[in-house]
């Protein structure tokens, strides 16, 4: 199954530590997104990226939340001296680069990483 | 900022009925995508429509875009169980670069269908 990768499935943090989601997209895919979803809710986004470039960041805290998508490896969203307030499920998507495809705008999400934060 | 709210919220019906979700905003988008998730698991792509008033089926699933591409509808006819789920809705800009969106998620509706 090529489809997109996220690992850890859930992860459970204290107050103040790190908390680190990688996401390895579909192949072939170089752009990924990261969503986060609070209980009951839907996606909100986060941030945008192509390798070794952040398109759109326009949806992460300015404080605590990083992102990157390095040449090689996964993308990897790093949260920071994590707050009660990130516990929630983080979903990463990918999509192809493909002109022809704009406008339909199909992402292919990953089955998210659940954070407690305890 | 372009929101999208979805109704109702939560809707529980027995199995073989009909039933209809909304997705309106205030803003045009260019595309109007359905997503369902189910629980553990990142949303799965129904469909995606993109023409004003374009109607599209799939099986028992009919979707609509409103003429404004403001606001789109799911219905489905006879439900299964197997329907229940988180039914999104997704939104793309009107201006997007590099051949890709940013979609916008509407709040959702969580359908249970009763056997």
């Known amino acids: 199954n090529a489809g997109v990768m996220q690992n850890p499935r859930h992860l459970v943090r204290r107050r103040g530590q790190e908390a680190r989601l990688r996401c390895s997209p579909m192949k072939g895919h170089s752009h990924v997104y990261w969503y986060r979803q609070l209980p009951e809710e839907g996606l909100k986004f986060m941030v945008y990226l192509q390798k070794e470039n952040i398109i759109d960041e326009s949806g992460m805290p300015k404080e605590r939340f990083s992102a990157e998508f390095p040449k090689e490896g996964p993308s990897i969203l790093r949260i920071q001296q994590v707050v009660r307030g990130d516990s929630a499920a983080y979903f990463c998507?990918?999509?192809?680069?493909?002109?022809?495809?704009?406008?339909?705008?199909?992402?292919?999400f990953g089955e998210g990483s659940r954070l407690t934060v305890l | 900022t372009q929101l999208l709210e979805q109704s109702p919220q939560f809707l529980s019906i027995q199995e073989g009925e009909n039933l209809t979700v909304y997705c309106n905003s205030s803003?045009?988008?260019?595309?109007l995508q359905w997503y369902r998730q189910e629980p553990g698991e990142g949303p799965v792509l129904l469909v995606t429509?993109?023409?004003?008033?374009e109607v599209k089926k799939l099986k028992r699933l009919t979707f609509q875009f409103g003429d404004a591409r403001k606001d789109s509808s799911l219905h489905i006819t006879a439900a299964q169980p197997g329907d229940t789920g988180l039914y999104l809705c997704?939104?793309?800009?009107?201006?997007?670069?590099?051949?890709?969106?940013?979609?916008?998620f509407g709040t959702g509706t969580r359908l249970t269908i009763i056997p």
């Open positions: 429509v993109v023409t004003g008033g």
């Open positions: 997704a939104g793309g800009p009107l201006i997007s670069n590099f051949g890709n969106e940013k979609l916008t």
């Open positions: 998507a990918s999509s192809p680069l493909n002109l022809g495809w704009a406008n339909t705008g199909e992402l292919f």
């Open positions: 803003s045009v988008f260019s595309s």
